[in-house]
């Protein structure tokens, strides 16, 4: 895909960004998974995680499933439907997985989980191949 994954300064998972969040993803029968633990530099309302991060980890989980599987391609559109709030120091879960591909459209789904198994925030996302 041209540039070196580790070399590169991804606000979300990039080990080498100073401010990022510094996401680790693994695979797992077809679901790409990272876990968050928010600290307080993360809060939009006082306690709780800024619904902008909330997106970026939806967003890069469903970007990393694509990559993974050698599928260069950027959000063309993305859905978010907001449940429960994220507390600030709880560990959260960020699940992605496919659910269509057709031509240089993919469609995915993200979610991110608190404690417990609750969904907090769901996103549904296309993306177009880079070609």
Not at 43 to 71: F, S
Not at 89 to 116: D, F, M, N, S
Request: charged letters at 20%.
């Amino acid at each position: 895909m041209g540039e070196s994954w580790n070399d590169s300064m991804c606000f979300a998972c990039s080990p080498h960004n100073p401010i990022g969040l510094h996401l680790e993803f693994t695979d797992e029968g077809g679901v790409c998974r990272a876990f968050f633990t928010p600290g307080e530099e993360h809060q939009g309302w006082t306690g709780y995680l800024h619904g902008g991060l909330i997106a970026t980890l939806l967003d890069e989980a469903m970007a990393q499933w694509l990559w993974r599987r050698g599928v260069g391609a950027m959000t063309a559109e993305m859905l978010s439907r907001f449940s429960y709030p994220v507390p600030v120091g709880v560990r959260v879960t960020v699940e992605a997985e496919l659910v269509a591909h057709k031509g240089r459209l993919w469609e995915l789904t993200a979610r991110v989980i608190l404690p417990g198994g609750r969904v907090a925030a769901r996103a549904k996302g296309k993306f177009l191949e880079r070609r």
